[in-house]
């Protein structure tokens, strides 16, 4: 069964750390381009970031509002995606998904939709 | 953030149709690919449409994409009571170089 399974949410204070994970099955991860989405409360989805495949050279990138602050990595041994999250602020409050991309156009670019959703993985910042 | 611009509700009568639109601007949706995501709360988003018209296996016609300029629109035929739900267009944008989500459409099944 293709699953993804998130882990590593909680509760932290303003300027702390944390590291998500993103369990992959039933598929090959290095075969896919990865996304990280959230959700805060009472809003809408925001798009977090995306990990290329070793065609794209491994490439990363970011959405404004975690740019420079988060790190996105992958290890296919582990058959794993990560989310290092750094100097969080209390707008970061948001349940965290990561999703896979599958579909790509006739040059192997994504044709940027996400067919499988891992169930979330809540983050709260407050003091 | 969002640039895609969605209304925030539209509702109507079981097996009625309804379309929901999402406006973009010219850095995006013209000459991206435009995807489709329905949200029941507390539930993971589900793809219903990709590259502006294609759907998933899996997904029946009643739903359906369609993309002009620079909107795009869902529509859903044969409204049912499980069809409510956060509907959310999203498409990359070349200038920002980013994805960019809609700001969601809840709809009503009445």
């Known amino acids: 069964e293709v699953q993804l399974v998130e882990s590593g949410g909680g509760l932290v204070q303003p300027g702390g750390s944390l590291r998500l994970s993103c369990a992959v099955s039933g598929f090959t991860l290095s075969d896919h381009y990865m996304d990280w989405v959230r959700q805060a409360p009472g809003k809408g989805l925001e798009w977090v970031g995306r990990s290329r495949t070793k065609n794209k050279k491994y490439s990363i990138t970011y959405g404004a509002s975690v740019k420079g602050r988060f790190t996105i990595s992958r290890d296919e041994s582990r058959k794993s995606l990560y989310l290092q999250m750094n100097s969080l602020k209390t707008e970061d409050t948001a349940m965290y998904y990561c999703?896979?991309?599958?579909?790509?156009?006739?040059?192997?670019?994504?044709?940027?939709?996400?067919?499988?959703w891992g169930q979330g993985t809540m983050v709260t910042v407050s003091s | 953030q969002s640039v895609l611009t969605q209304p925030p509700s539209v509702s109507a009568a079981p097996g009625q149709k309804v379309t929901i639109s999402c406006s973009g601007s010219t850095s995006n949706i013209p000459n991206n690919h435009v995807s489709w995501y329905q949200r029941v709360p507390g539930t993971a988003p589900k793809l219903l449409i990709y590259d502006n018209n294609e759907r998933p296996s899996g997904i029946p016609a009643r739903f359906s994409g369609s993309k002009s300029a620079t909107s795009a629109t869902l529509g859903i035929t044969g409204l049912q009571a499980g069809d409510e739900a956060d509907y959310y267009c999203a498409s990359w944008d070349s200038s920002l170089k980013i994805v960019l989500f809609g700001g969601g459409t809840r709809l009503t099944v009445l």
């Open positions: 999703s896979r991309l599958p579909y790509y156009d006739t040059d192997g670019d994504s044709l940027d939709a996400a067919d499988i």
